[in-house]
């Protein structure tokens, strides 16, 4: 079993949508969780950073954590077409090992 | 904040060049960084992790003598791909933070062809 599973995709939606991406993680000790924007042939951009469980908002994107179930949630509220993008969730229990997903292709269409 | 450069952006030579790259933490100290690579649609990969002052940690199936890695400053760590060949052609990410409680910041990438 992966330490992390995340669904590839692809996933398409029109421009206004709310979109979720989902990860779930088998490791009870993680304890920080990043989401990651990707674009093709750049490195991951960091999205949002949270700690334990709970759920923090910036802007458009809120990230939502229930350790409870080990599982982690990117909502992107009124997706525009500049949000298609790669989408990594990645987390760790502290020090230097992270555990990514593979990635959500994601599509926004006008 | 946490800004890391990565360069070349791109890099094209022929088979059997060594090749070295460059990742730096341009705002922030970066007691380790992370070297990754990435094929098309997939992803990351990761390759090893770089600790300033001290050798590299390889991850398994990734040859230490191919992929030289040197960190040297707590800006500054570098990876030269010795003696290339095709199939090392791939795109290279590095990253700098994750001490800790700190997330990766990661550089914009390297895409290496060789011919």
């Known amino acids: 079993q992966k330490e992390v599973e995340q669904d590839p995709g692809p996933l398409s939606v029109p421009e206004g949508a709310i979109v979720s991406l989902n990860c779930t993680y088998s490791?009870?000790?993680?304890?920080?969780f990043m989401w990651y924007r990707q674009y093709s042939r750049k490195g991951p951009e960091l999205l949002m950073y949270?700690?334990?469980?709970g759920n923090k908002e910036d802007g458009r994107f809120t990230a939502q954590v229930d350790k409870s179930s080990k599982y982690i949630s990117l909502f992107i509220r009124d997706s525009q077409p500049s949000d298609s993008a790669t989408y990594l969730c990645?987390?760790?229990?502290?020090?230097?090992?992270?555990?990514f997903g593979t990635g959500t292709s994601l599509t926004v269409i006008p | 904040g946490a800004v890391v450069s990565q360069h070349p952006s791109w890099v094209i030579c022929k088979s059997g060049t060594s090749v070295k790259i460059e990742c730096r933490s341009l705002?922030?100290?970066?007691?380790?960084m992370f070297w990754y690579r990435q094929f098309p649609k997939q992803s990351l990969m990761l390759m090893a992790t770089?600790?300033?002052?001290?050798?590299?940690?390889?991850e398994q199936g990734v040859e230490k003598d191919k992929f030289l890695i040197n960190h040297a400053s707590l800006t500054l760590s570098t990876l030269t791909v010795t003696s290339a060949h095709p199939e090392d052609s791939s795109f290279y990410i590095c990253?700098?933070?994750?001490?800790?409680?700190?997330?990766?910041?990661f550089g914009d990438g390297t895409r290496l062809s060789i011919l």
């Open positions: 949270t700690y334990s469980s």
């Open positions: 490791n009870s000790a993680f304890q920080y």
């Open positions: 705002d922030f100290q970066a007691t380790t």
């Open positions: 770089s600790n300033e002052g001290s050798k590299a940690t390889y």
């Open positions: 990645a987390m760790s229990a502290g020090g230097n090992q992270f555990y």
């Open positions: 990253s700098a933070g994750g001490q800790g409680y700190q997330p990766q910041h």
